[in-house]
């Protein structure tokens, strides 16, 4: 049985466990975040929620129609250049709104849990909408240049960045954006706030305060188990571009990556944590 034959086995059946649950937590995240009133009015659920939508989004743009490219051997992306850039800028816009919602909900928390006046007032929904508008506008300017330098190369037929600053700029971005900012700041944040509710024995008194604190925390360790061997896989493949690989060792490289990729979508199953805690 090859590393190839067992990497597609795992992207269709697992990577199908993750998409199914994924898309039913975050469909429930979205629900209950947009509909309970409390929720509507506090700023780290409105970050959740704005997390979920994405994380959503995520999932069924980028999950699906890999499963589907491995199981049927037919890759859209290879034959639309249409599609090859639209789904390079919603996998881009998607993954750092999401993430951004993640840091800032981290942020909100420790906000929220300080003895400081001074710092709760920073914890309003209306700060919470302004910086979502202008993180958004950020994050979509930042995916034009997806839909500019991405093409299907005419040598391999795959959906591939052409320009060479693109490229260096796409793998820094992926490294950091996506990999070592969020984990710093949910680290560092996730502690002060987890230091904040040992302090704060007011904070035991609010359930829904405290269901919110021990999402925050949670998703501090998924993201360190999710990102992490993610950001270490781009970092090698960053370091080891241009050497020459033999055929065992790309095919090596390829499996490593392929369980990576499965193990990152599970922070976009964050949403399933808070389903259970609601129940606690």
Not at 84 to 98: D, E, M, Q, V
Not at 121 to 132: F, Q
Request: charged share 10%; aromatic share 12%.
């Amino acid at each position: 049985m090859s590393l190839s034959y067992v990497g597609t086995q795992l992207t269709i059946y697992v990577g199908s466990a993750i998409l199914i649950a994924g898309v039913l937590g975050n469909g429930i995240n979205i629900f209950i975040f947009s509909s309970v009133r409390t929720y509507r009015n506090t700023p780290s659920t409105f970050y959740f929620l704005v997390g979920s939508i994405h994380n959503l989004l995520y999932l069924a743009i980028n999950l699906t129609f890999r499963i589907v490219s491995v199981g049927s051997g037919f890759d859209l992306t290879r034959t639309s250049l249409a599609w090859c850039r639209a789904r390079s800028f919603f996998l881009s816009t998607n993954s750092a709104i999401s993430f951004t919602s993640s840091c800032l909900a981290t942020i909100d928390q420790f906000l929220a849990t300080s003895q400081s006046a001074h710092l709760r007032r920073y914890s309003k929904i209306e700060l919470a909408y302004r910086i979502v508008l202008v993180a958004m506008v950020v994050w979509y300017l930042q995916g034009i240049p997806w839909i500019l330098y991405q093409n299907i190369s005419p040598i391999s037929t795959t959906c591939v960045r052409t320009n060479a600053i693109y490229a260096i700029y796409v793998s820094v971005y992926l490294l950091l954006v996506l990999c070592v900012i969020p984990v710093v700041v949910m680290i560092g944040f996730g502690f002060l706030t987890y230091r904040n509710i040992r302090l704060t024995i007011a904070l035991a008194e609010l359930r829904a305060d405290r269901q919110l604190a021990k999402m925050t925390l949670i998703q501090v360790v998924l993201v360190i188990i999710s990102i992490i061997p993610y950001g270490i896989n781009n970092a090698y493949g960053l370091i080891t571009t241009g050497m020459t690989k033999d055929a065992n060792r790309i095919l090596i490289e390829s499996f490593v990556s392929t369980i990576v990729s499965l193990i990152s979508y599970l922070y976009y199953m964050v949403c399933i944590i808070f389903v259970m805690l609601s129940n606690i």
